[in-house]
């Protein structure tokens, strides 16, 4: 459910700035794994129109984040120094 939701933010984003849909399209088929402890990992594809999906396979993923509940806020307000606590 958590990762449906935040789909649908990123995609909901991602409709609206068309560089960064161009931006991802050279990563399409990659899949990038989002950690927050204690939630659940979820991973996301990046889809060929430069928009993502649930990976639905069972594959390692290209790459993996790893952001603490306490970042999030601090991303949405656009906390620039946030970025740096987020683990790659």
Known sequence: ???SAVIALLNHLLRGESWARKRLQPC?????????PPFADFDLVVQSNGEIAVATDAIAPDATL?????????LLTHDEKAYSNILI
């Open 28 to 36: 399409a088929g990659k899949i990038v794994r989002f950690c927050t």
């Open 66 to 74: 790893t952001l603490a509940p306490s970042l999030l806020p601090r």
């Open 1 to 3: 459910m958590i990762a």
